[in-house]
């Protein structure tokens, strides 16, 4: 008898879990921003929160909260309380260049963290300044050619997304370039407006607005489909550089324990989300596209992320600590 009660208070004890898991979120759920206010992160962090909200008719709050180049928001979440209602709009730098590119990383990205839900992809642009005598890619890279070591691109800081995208350039095309790191992408497209600097590798949302008004010229995209913002703009296969297909994702994450009915439920909300017509055309307008996947795909994509990222961060020879 004594037995048969243990078993069942054992079994009693793993209830709330699911009745947690089928009634989330029964309190306000908190997706923490790993950037300042107003970038690409934080846009797609408040567009999904107001989505969550009026789905779950619950408070979705978003917190910004930068520093360490996203390591310090992403530890936070890794060490949170695996129940969901602490989460992470995550992004490739954040969360798959910098776990290869730190070497004291305040958490385990691949045993501690992973994508719940995507969210959305972006293509990265080639631009240049407005009077810069090239007009393509292949104009770009003859003068790199003819001038080994001498054209400069510019980043948004040692390491980041946008330093790996020049390096995936300069080693698909075998050429040599400078790179010239900046705290930040507005500083940098500045001086590629001025003609400091010969180009810059940016992040979509970034330069669209710029491109459209004749401030940047842009000479391709960096991933192997065009860019619905810039139609006439082709692809870095297109423009003679094959094999470049990259691009920046932006993602929901939490750590790994979450509960997978709470995964799921989470997973489910972002894709439907995702559907409406409305955020095809609002993220279209910036540059960038849904991406939607499965709770046991999207966790997958991250690993796989974490790989493929590490290998650029090797090939650039990056260091940050």
């Known amino acids: ?16 879990v699911g009745v947690h898991a089928a009634d989330y979120p029964t309190k306000p ?12 992160a934080d846009i797609f962090a408040r567009y999904i929160a107001e989505g969550m909200n009026k789905a779950w008719k619950q408070d979705v709050i978003v917190q910004d909260h930068p520093g360490a180049g996203g390591n310090i928001a992403s530890g936070q979440v ?18 798959a260049v910098n776990p290869n590119l730190y070497k004291n990383m305040p958490y385990d990205a691949a045993k501690q963290m992973t994508v719940v839900a995507t969210v ?6 080639l631009v240049v300044g407005p009077n810069s005598k090239a007009k393509s890619v292949k104009d770009l890279l003859a003068m790199a050619r003819a001038n080994p070591g001498k054209v400069t691109y510019a980043s948004s800081g040692n390491g980041s997304v946008l330093h790996l995208s020049g390096v995936m350039l300069a080693n698909k095309a075998n050429v040599k370039m400078i790179h010239v790191p900046y705290k930040g992408t507005p500083p940098a497209l500045l001086d590629v407006m001025a003609g400091r ?5 940016a992040n979509g949302p970034s330069v669209v607005g710029n491109v459209k008004a004749g401030k940047l010229k842009a000479l391709a995209v960096t991933t192997a489909k065009r860019a619905d913002a810039l139609p006439n703009v082709p692809t870095m296969i297109q423009a003679g550089v094959p094999g470049y297909d990259l691009s920046s994702w932006f993602a929901i994450m939490g750590p790994s324990a979450i509960p997978k009915a709470v995964k799921e439920k989470i997973n489910k909300t972002v894709n439907a989300i995702l559907a409406l017509d409305k955020t095809k055309k609002r993220f279209a307008a910036i ?3 849904p991406l939607s996947m499965g709770v046991d795909q999207s966790g997958a ?20 600590d």
Do not use: C
């Open 301 to 320: 994509f991250f690993q796989s992320e974490l790989k493929k990222w590490g290998k650029l961060v090797q090939i650039s020879g990056a260091k940050v």
């Open 78 to 95: 890794a060490h949170a309380k695996a129940d969901g209602y602490t989460l992470l709009l995550g992004t490739s730098g954040s969360n």
């Open 120 to 125: 959305a992809s972006t293509a990265n642009v």
């Open 1 to 16: 008898m004594i037995r048969l009660s243990a078993i069942l208070l054992a079994l009693f004890a793993l209830l709330p």
């Open 29 to 40: 759920v908190t997706i923490i921003v790993p950037y300042p206010p107003g970038g690409t």
């Open 197 to 201: 600097v010969d180009m810059m590798i």
């Open 287 to 289: 540059g960038a596209a």
